[in-house]
């Protein structure tokens, strides 16, 4: 839905307990804060309360400030991990891309249409293949190429590019090149990675060779939150498509790139409009 510059975002989760729901909603009452979207949910395994909430202030009985500095203390009670924003505030995202630009045309294209909900503030590489394709977008690309020696210069300069253009995430679409452990930790919840495959199912290298072997019936392609272990961060966002015997593993490979397109893109707007919680290892997509 829309929202006006008067609409706020509130996302959070918290141990359940009775009393969750009166406490937020009675802050908001006594604020004259107007809900017009909402959404929760309550996971029995892990015993956690989530919600995602949209709000207008344009009838609050006091100001934002004097709403989040009451809201401080609730949360502290409830042991709230929360994140309060504007709705129109874009979040900003780098994208790392490689030789492929299937993923990169995909959000290059919906953020250009309105269709999605941020602003790409630059595009890093370890190829120069994508530079034109980027800068018809008038988004700066940055080539840092990288070998073995190499890689934690090239890392610490994408993390300063990042940092420089107050970047909240960084998108790997089909970036060739795996994270170290370190850089994981500093983005995490912070990097989104497009795998093309099904997973848990074909991780690592080649996957649609994996798959042609195996005989699979679909194929698919995962977006998933980065992590030190290798194609296991909780999932986002999944897309298949049906194939037969008669699909070869480079047709294969050809059908896969829109569903990689399609699961990275949704995967980036889902987290840009708030809607991803992580629960653990897994996702609660509001």
Avoid at 86 to 102: G, N, R, W
Wanted: overall charge negative.
């Amino acid at each position: 839905m829309s929202s006006s510059p008067l609409s706020y975002v509130l996302s959070f989760s918290c141990p359940d307990s009775i009393g969750v729901v009166a406490r937020y909603s009675n802050l908001f009452y006594e604020c004259g804060i107007n809900i017009t979207e909402i959404s929760n949910y309550t996971d029995p395994q892990s015993n956690t309360f989530f919600l995602r909430c949209v709000f207008d202030i344009s009838g609050m009985s006091c100001s934002l400030e004097q709403f989040e500095a009451r809201l401080k203390p609730v949360a502290d009670e409830l042991e709230m991990k929360y994140r309060l924003r504007c709705a129109t505030a874009l979040p900003k995202i780098v994208i790392a891309v490689s030789k492929y630009d299937h993923c990169l045309t995909a959000l290059l294209t919906k953020q250009r249409a309105g269709a999605l909900p941020a602003d790409i503030v630059a595009v890093v590489s370890n190829h120069e293949n994508c530079r034109a394709l980027t800068e018809w977008h008038n988004i700066p690309f940055h080539y840092l190429p990288i070998t073995s020696e190499t890689k934690p210069v090239q890392e610490a300069k994408m993390l300063a590019i990042l940092d420089e253009s107050e970047a909240e995430l960084l998108v790997l679409a089909r970036y060739m090149q795996i994270l170290s452990d370190d850089l994981c930790a500093k983005l995490s919840g912070r990097a989104i990675n497009i795998h093309h495959s099904f997973l848990p199912g074909f991780k690592g290298a080649k996957p649609y060779h994996q798959a042609y072997d195996r005989g699979v019936k679909v194929i698919g392609a995962t977006a998933h939150y980065v992590t030190a272990d290798l194609d296991e961060g909780p999932i986002i966002a999944q897309e298949v498509r049906p194939i037969d015997h008669e699909i070869s593993v480079e047709q294969m490979v050809h059908l896969g790139h829109d569903t990689e397109a399609t699961a990275l893109s949704q995967a980036v707007r889902l987290h840009c409009e708030q809607r991803v919680i992580l629960n653990g290892q897994r996702t609660v997509i509001l």
